[in-house]
């Protein structure tokens, strides 16, 4: 059964960083593009970043472009974000995502991101 | 990039109701699309991805159609556990884009 648990999340003021993990279960995570998707609360969904499954290509919404980093350690299962200057507006759910065929199969369970002084 | 502008953003029905959700994209995008399932609390939930393929455990009466710029999200008969909010995304682009969400509720 595929896995993602995803941790992290945390209060942090304006202006402060953030580091979100994501282990990674139930499949061959070094042959899957991944991807992370954020919502904020009462809000819709927005994709924030991509990385294919070697760690060759990343991509970011422009929203978080220049603050935002995603990264993965395969030998581990895990895939990161390091998140910097963070904004009110980054306040969200957090979700870590499979790919799948342009699609998002598996989804974790969340980790909850909040800016506020 | 690209714009995913979903119709309606809300609906009422009845169980037994056939339901039709739109979704047009702002420039073509083939047939990468998806739809998704969200309940309150919960992640998403893909229901249907390449336009039309019904991801696996998906029941049924889920079925989605259209490619370029014109998609539709059908539920043949709402059942009771279908009243949720529903999402296209595409991923013809980075970035990758969703639609602002249907609500199916219960009339």
């Known amino acids: 059964e595929v896995q993602l648990v995803e941790s992290g999340g945390a209060l942090v003021q304006p202006g402060g960083s953030l580091r979100l993990s994501c282990a990674a279960s139930?499949?061959?995570?070094?042959?899957?593009?991944m991807h992370w998707v954020r919502q904020a609360p009462g809000k819709g969904l927005e994709w924030v970043s991509y990385?294919?499954?070697?760690?060759?290509?990343?991509n970011y919404a422009d929203s978080v472009k220049g603050r935002f980093t995603i990264s993965r350690d395969n030998a581990k299962s895990s895939l990161y974000l390091q998140m910097n200057s963070l904004r009110v507006e980054d306040t969200a759910i957090y979700y870590c995502v499979k790919d799948f065929n342009w699609s998002l199969d598996h989804w974790g369970q969340g980790t909850l991101g909040t800016v506020s002084s | 990039d690209i714009q995913m502008t979903q119709s309606p953003s809300s609906v009422s029905a009845s169980v037994g109701d056939r339901v039709t959700i739109t979704c047009r994209a702002s420039?073509?995008?083939?047939?990468?699309l998806a739809w998704y399932q969200q309940k309150p609390g919960k992640a998403p939930k893909l229901l249907i991805y390449a336009a039309s393929s019904l991801q696996s455990g998906v029941p049924s009466r889920f079925s989605g159609s259209g490619s370029g710029t014109d998609f539709t999200l059908t539920i043949s008969s709402l059942q009771p556990e279908d009243f949720a909010s529903y999402f296209c995304?595409?991923?013809?682009?980075?970035?990758?884009?969703f639609g602002q969400g249907t609500k199916v509720e219960i009339k």
């Open positions: 139930g499949f061959t995570f070094s042959d899957y593009n």
């Open positions: 995304q595409q991923a013809n682009n980075f970035p990758w884009t």
């Open positions: 420039q073509g995008i083939s047939s990468r």
């Open positions: 990385i294919d499954s070697r760690s060759r290509s990343t």
